[in-house]
Structures are given as C-alpha cells and as structure tokens.
C-alpha cells in the first residue's frame, strides 16, 4: 500500500476531507514556469525584458499573497532558523563596501534578496503545512511539470531525435546543456513515480514512454554534468531507494548503461565527442580551472578579500580588474560564491544551508525521493545565483526547505 501522502494531489490542500487549491504551490509553479519561458522568449523574441517584469511582478504578488495568509501558529517548525538566511544577508551587506564594484555588487544583491525571502517564506510554509515527505512529493510534481517544458519545447522543434549530437545548438530557445539539466531533472522526478506509477497499466505506459525520451535527449546533449547528475540519480536508486524493487532498479540501470556503451562507440555521438574533447582538456588545462586558478590569484593578490570577498555577482569584473585578466566565467556557483562574498559569508551558506540539506536528504528522503541530487549538483557547474538562471527555484527551494525541516 502507498503511503497516504503519494496518493493526494500535489496542488490540493485536504483540510477536514475536502479538497482545496492550494494557491502558494500553483504560484510558485508558476514563478518557476516564467523562467523557463523567459529563456526561449529571449533567444527567439528578443523579450527579456517583458519576461523580467512580469517574474518580479508574480514573485511580488505571491509573496505578499504568502505574508497575508501568515499564520506562524500553525507552522510547527522553529522560528529561529530564519536567522540563518537573515546572517547570510546581513553577512553580504556587512562586505559590500568592499567591493571591487559597489554599485554593481548591490545592484544584483537587490535584485536577488528578494526572492530568497520569498522562497525561504514558502519553504517555511510547506514544511509546516505539510511536512516531510507530503512536501517534498509536491516539489517533485512541480519539477516535473515545470521541467518538462524545455522537452515539449525540443519535441515541437522539429529537431529529429535521429541526430546523435545536438551539442552547442540552441536553435530551440534552450542551450543544450539546459535541456541536459531538464531531462536529468525529470529523469530524477519520474524515478521516484515509479513505485506508484508502475501498477497502473496506461500510467507504465506513460512513465515509461517519457522515460525513454528524457533518457535519449539527455544523451544528444552532451551535458556532463548532466551525466554525473544522471550517475548520482542511479547511485541513489541502487543503494538507498528502498520504494523501489530490485528488478526495475537493475533493468533502469542496465538500459541506461546500454544507452552510454553504444554511444560511446559511434564517433558522431555526443557522447563519443565530449568524452574526445575531455580528453583534449586533461592534456591541456580546462578552462574552468583556468578561471578558477585566476580567482584565487585575485585573492592572493589582495589577501582581505579571502574575507572580504571581491564583491557580490561580480565574478569576471572583479577578477579582471585586479589581475588584468579576464576570466571566463566561472561555471559554478559554489566557486563564485566563495570568491565573491568571502570565506565566512560562504562558510554561513556552506554550512547553514547546504550541509544541512546533504545531511538530511540522505538520512531521512533519499530512500524515497531520487530528483534530490541533480538539483543540487547542477549549480556545481553552472552559475545559478540570479533569479533568472535555470535551476535557482529548485535550487534555493531545497536549500531553505531542509533549513527548516526539523525531522
């Protein structure tokens, strides 16, 4: 038998047996939604723009939506965990007078701010109106949906799914790595529907059908940190998921190793081409690393900023300005933070947001609920620090919600 909370709906509230839309999980669906759409709006329609305004303007009604419905008695988790957001922004304000770039540095923290209020107040809400798991299942049906979208949108294209490779293109309003991190995501959230799903004759076939579609995407991609977020998946699936017989677990493993072995044997693949162009990288020095390399002589260059910081979300200005050289941009959004607001704004956010959700997804979700790992390894190869990056939501969103889980 599922556990109760599998068989609600994931946008229902159940309160003395009926059923009521719970509007802060419709509304922060859709906050999610528009960034997706903002990135096709853009590349397509030039609307940047209109797509800003309209996110801030849905963040700022659902938010206020959120603060009006406040009722702290009815939420049992600690009050006081707010503090450790609270830190970490007071942390950042604390160093931006030393910023290489003052203006520019509390131009994008005012502009991020205010959605990690937001989505701190909303995971403190889901947590204490739903708890654990229940929650959880909701974010996950939230991904999914939200996630799917980048897929419909590479499916209605007309880019056959005949092409081996589709890295670098971003003729669909998407960058191929995105439709990596989309896929992997979905993969992730559709796992853990497995157990439900796979009773039900027309849902196997459903589940299954986009399975092997997210799957075959994922691998056109040549996404590598879609890759290792795929392997974190299954690595979850095989060791903890206990949801989960052992006969599914070893047949999804097998067709997915199935599905790297040939690729890895036809030279046009993507596969084949990142693992050539890997190979290029170790033999040379990764560009990343380059960049990385760079930052930390920015540091030891002007050793306060070990502190200090350079300034926030002014990775490649500050580095520029103090080495004379410019770097890339960083590609990960742990790297930047750490270079950008100093080791002990970073040592808050490390260590009072990020440890705490590694600690508490593997102890008490992880043997149910296997889209958890992408989520939090993406920003490891990507800079999600603006509200407007592609996994921020998701992201800031698990952070906050295992804040305040008090399991």
Known sequence: MPDLHATLHPLYDHVHGKRKLDRHVLLFGLNMLLVLVGYVATI???ALAIIKVLRIAIMVLSFGYLLYQWVPARYAVRPIRHYVLLAYILGILAFLPFSVDVFTSLERFLTVAPFWL????????????????????RFMWLFLVVYSFPVLVFCLSGNPFARLSIYGDDSTGFYSNQ?????????????????????VRKYWF????????????LLITGSRSSYLSLGAVLLVLLVFSRSVGILPKVTVALLIGLGIYLSINIKESAVAQRLDKTRNQLEKVEPRLQSARLAFRALDLENHRYVTGLGFDVYTESVRKITGIKPINAHNSYLELLVCTGVLVFGIFALGLVVPALVRYFVFDARTFCFVPPILIIPYFENNIGAGQFIFFPWMLLLFFYLHDSR
């Open 179 to 199: 439709l990596g991190w989309a896929s992997v995501v979905v993969v992730g959230c559709l796992l853990s529907l497995l157990p439900q799903w796979a009773a």
């Open 118 to 137: 937001y989505i701190n107040a909303f995971a403190f809400y889901m947590r204490g109106r739903y708890g654990g798991p229940d929650s959880l299942r």
């Open 206 to 217: 459903l589940w299954a059908g986009a399975m092997l579609l997210c799957l075959w995407l």
């Open 44 to 46: 397509l329609f030039n």
